[in-house]
């Protein structure tokens, strides 16, 4: 697991989106992370692509220290791929088919090889404009971004404890199977493992619930919940870039619901079985 | 910084009974769930029937979560929470929070009507039965997003037919989670305090 300090590496870079006001940021992801979901034809699917990759690139963000990210999107787009292309597909399907490949019960063709790549990469796509909020933006100007846009401050206190917590429980857990491998608790083979999962279990609970809800009670002790915040001490406004980025967003967006709609591009049919 | 103490907003009003103590607890046991997901990502390759281990260890955690907090609103903090941890530290789609995040909205409602029945949120908390109940209302809820997610937005090709056999299975899979968080979260409460 990375420390969050290695995760939030690409936060101090300058760009033109780092610069941006959070709240034009989030309206852009969500815009950005929703649209793809209507397109299927792989090379539109490629435009999207390239797309994200210049945003990325433009916000000079690298990769290698949030590289933990993409790994379970990864593993996803590799098991959609193949998936795709070893789905039993039905006899009147596989007419079609230029190449197929058969191992035992496995059969391969082309039309599930094209299915599993236009799966796997609408997925990979989805998850990339999320990597623009996270590695542009510190956790609390997000939050704050999040407050001003309407979110109650419970959430978005929920968010920032997030990021403080899943690094805390990782900590935890590593600590107790240290602890218990020097006791001589052995996690060789699977059998053993699920078997001992249940002395994991409790320990862990509980050493991650004391040692969190003591800051529980340092916030409440301060009057959690009982204002309502509406100024910050580091405040934030719309600048003239963020109304000029908003408006080309939001005619982009128009853009692709026209292509998609109005003239019916960008979709390319998804064999099922 | 100004504050206003009067107006508050009728969202904020209803999670005004959780204090931050609550709160933490809640993300505390989203982020252990969204660990031992690992379990889950690691048995993608038998999708969909690594499906039901999703379910076990969401119940496993939100049980003991929902038996420590006892308050209304604790099971929808709790499905923010890991899809906060989704979104910072996996990434996520947009689309299916909205899907996601009404998901605990109806297991709420139960536990409300439960509690007003029953005398009392910590009462109804406490009943394994009632937990169970909810617990499978919520396993189907978030198995029908996950699904519609997975089949109709993303376009996954995953035969009907296998959609009536893993849900059996979640439920299953889910009851037994709750059933085991029970015991867990009786546990812990004695022991955190």
Request: net charge positive.
């Amino acid at each position: 697991m990375a420390s969050p300090i290695e995760f939030f590496s690409n936060v101090e870079k300058d760009s033109w989106v780092h610069r941006m006001d959070p709240r034009v940021k989030i309206l852009m992801v969500l815009c950005l992370a929703s649209l793809p979901l209507l397109f299927s034809d792989p090379l539109y699917l490629l435009g999207w692509f390239v797309l994200f990759l210049v945003l990325i690139m433009s916000a000079k963000i690298d990769i290698k220290p949030i590289m933990i990210l993409f790994y379970g999107g990864l593993v996803m787009v590799f098991v959609y791929i193949m998936y795709g292309t070893f789905l039993a597909y039905p006899e009147e399907t596989l007419v079609y088919a230029k190449f197929i490949w058969r191992w035992g019960p496995l059969v391969a063709t082309d039309i599930g090889f094209y299915n599993g790549l236009i799966l796997g990469s609408r997925l990979l796509i989805l998850l990339m404009p999320i990597v623009l909020i996270i590695a542009t933006s510190e956790p609390s100007m997000l939050a704050k971004g999040f407050m001003k846009l309407g979110m109650p401050i419970t959430i978005s206190f929920i968010l920032l404890a997030t990021l403080r917590f899943l690094p805390l429980v990782f900590e935890v857990a590593t600590r107790v199977m240290e602890a218990q491998r020097v006791r001589g608790l052995n996690h060789k083979t699977f059998k053993e493992r699920i078997s001992n999962f249940k002395f994991l279990l409790l320990p862990l609970f509980i050493n991650t619930l004391r040692q969190s809800r003591t800051l529980g009670l340092a916030v409440e002790s301060k009057g959690f919940g009982a204002r309502q915040w509406k100024e910050f001490y580091r405040d934030f406004a719309m600048t003239k870039t963020d109304w000029i980025i908003l408006v080309i967003l939001l005619i982009f967006v128009a853009a692709m619901l026209y292509i998609r709609f109005g003239l019916n591009l960008g979709w390319s049919a998804i064999y099922r079985p | 910084m100004t504050t206003d103490t009067k107006k508050v907003g009728a969202v904020e009003a209803l999670f005004k009974k959780l204090t931050a103590v609550d709160l933490i607890t809640l993300v505390v046991f989203a982020a252990l769930f969204r660990i031992l997901f690992l379990v889950y990502k690691l048995a993608e390759i038998v999708f969909p029937w690594n499906h039901p281990a999703w379910y076990f260890f969401c119940m496993l955690c939100l049980t003991p979560a929902v038996m420590m907090v006892r308050k209304p609103g604790a099971t929808f903090l709790y499905t923010v929470s890991w899809l906060a941890i989704n979104f910072f530290f996996q990434g996520e789609i947009p689309l299916w929070w909205i899907c996601a995040a009404t998901v605990p909205l109806i297991p709420e409602l139960y536990m409300y009507m439960r509690a007003k029945a029953m005398g009392g949120y910590k009462v109804a908390f406490g009943d394994l039965k009632e937990l169970i109940i909810f617990g499978l209302i919520y396993t189907l809820l978030a198995y029908t997003s996950n699904m519609l997610l997975i089949i109709f937005a993303l376009g996954n090709p995953m035969p009907r037919v296998l959609f009536w056999p893993v849900g059996a299975l979640s439920l299953v899979v889910g009851a037994l989670g709750t059933w085991l968080g029970h015991s867990v979260g009786k546990r812990i409460s004695g022991l955190v305090g």
